[in-house]
């Protein structure tokens, strides 16, 4: 295949075996991608920012644990050009991984990602009371440590296939506290109208991403006049959360979603009415909606 033939590239949270791997190759067709392993989820971000690839898909939603605040915060901040072009919901099955068999009662070290270990917090807590709980940058990450670990004694909370690309095995599958865990992954792009080959969606609904601060949040009532612009018009919000401005104490910036799409007209008035109480009022994204289940 010629350089000009190649598919383009696409970033995720490497490095291989991650959950962002497996989300990259279910969402989209076969081959319609380079996938590009990065060193975390602020550089896949980064990376759709910067023009070092043309999408990234990344977390920003867990079912157990909520928000990926580093993707929010890279959204809302330093990547500001960068626009969500799709999503993806991957079930998540966490598993407890060795380098080779042993008896739980011997590990004394587990190393994953914090959104993993807070996804098996209760397991944790009941079959590994005593271990020490290490952080890394992936859960693919924490299984690669722990194969090339001298300390037989360590163990690694991560998706079965990162044991199989570092050899490694499985000591109990399906360790997460829920077994409905799921984790949400957006596609990002430069461009609102560049949609990486994704599989085709089995609805045509549309969702729309945004943020927003204004001076008037620390007056009574401006929140609920900012959320009244959407229900007076029936306007969805499927999700809202606040996260710190990083410019002083008590400050906030928030994020919505929402059911329809920007250009629908009562999605365009609200967020015309939206206007009127902020500061500042970023589209994220207006992109399809993952299918449900």
Request: aromatic fraction near 6%; include cysteine; charged fraction near 25%.
């Amino acid at each position: 295949m010629s350089r000009a033939d190649a598919p383009p590239p696409a970033g995720y949270l490497g490095p291989r075996g991650t959950f962002s791997e497996e989300a990259l190759a279910r969402s989209v067709t076969e081959g319609g991608v380079d996938p590009i392993p990065l060193a975390s989820i602020h550089d896949a971000v980064l990376a759709v920012q910067e023009g070092a690839v043309r999408w990234s898909v990344v977390p920003i939603e867990n079912s157990i644990e909520g928000p990926v605040t580093v993707t929010l915060d890279a959204l809302a901040g330093e990547a500001s050009a960068v626009r969500i072009v799709g999503e993806f919901v991957l079930p998540v099955r966490q598993c407890l991984i060795a380098r080779e068999p042993m008896d739980l009662s011997a590990i004394e070290t587990v190393v994953s990602h914090p959104q993993a270990t807070g996804q098996c917090a209760a397991f944790l807590r009941a079959e590994l009371p005593r271990a020490t709980v290490r952080s890394a940058n992936s859960t693919a990450e924490a299984v690669r440590t722990i194969a090339a670990a001298a300390d037989p004694a360590c163990a690694a909370l991560g998706p079965e296939l990162a044991a199989a690309v570092y050899g490694c095995t499985v000591l109990r599958a399906g360790v997460e506290d829920r077994h409905d865990n799921e984790t949400r992954f957006v596609w990002l792009s430069r461009r609102a109208d560049d949609r990486p080959p994704l599989r085709a969606p089995a609805t045509d609904a549309r969702k729309t991403s945004l943020v927003f601060w204004g001076a008037g949040a620390g007056r009574a009532g401006w929140l609920v006049a900012c959320l009244d612009e959407f229900a007076r018009r029936e306007v969805n919000l499927t999700k809202i959360e606040s996260r710190p401005q990083r410019s002083r104490l008590g400050k906030y910036v928030f994020f919505l979603d929402l059911d329809g799409a920007e250009e629908d007209g009562p999605v365009a008035d609200a967020l015309a009415g939206l206007r009127t109480h902020c500061e500042q009022v970023r589209v994220l994204g207006s992109y399809p909606a993952a299918p449900p289940g």
